[in-house]
Nanobody, 125 residues
Framework: QVQLVESGGGLVQAGGSLRLSCAAS????????MGWFRQAPGKEREFVAT????????YYADSVKGRFTMSRDNAKNTVDLQMNSLKPEDTAVYYC??????????????????WGQGTQVTVSS
């Protein structure tokens, strides 16, 4: 089992940047695929990005491709989401997620077993 704690959210103006971090407990972090999702008020939780256990493969939602970068440090049990060129529509609670081993649904909430409590990101226009 793994526990996830997000940090780094806040208020930023449109065009600005934020870096989110997710710290994971456990000794086998590299065996977990990690993901970032977000949920805006009144909307369903949506996929943002995912990274393989080794960090060698990433995949992004079209809405953030080219602006967001996901990375991980398996020595520190952390995964980050660098968010640049932020837009008001990026405003949401951002959640870190994890699944051990293979997931056939990496872009869907059902593809992950563990979730953090979320961190608020607000982008003002």
């Amino acid at each position: 089992q793994v526990q996830l704690v997000e940090s780094g959210g806040g208020l930023v103006q449109a065009g600005g940047s934020l870096r989110l971090s997710c710290a994971a407990s456990g000794r086998t972090f590299s065996s977990y695929r990690m993901g970032w999702f977000r949920q805006a008020p009144g909307k369903e939780r949506e996929f943002v990005a995912t990274i393989s256990g080794s960090g060698g493969h990433t995949y992004y939602a079209d809405s953030v491709k080219g602006r967001f970068t996901m990375s991980r440090d398996n020595a520190k049990n952390t995964v980050d989401l660098q968010m640049n060129s932020l837009k008001p529509e990026d405003t949401a609670v951002y959640y870190c997620a994890a699944v051990r081993g293979f997931s056939g649904s990496v872009a869907y909430t059902r593809g992950y077993d563990y979730w953090g409590q979320g961190t608020q990101v607000t982008v003002s226009s």
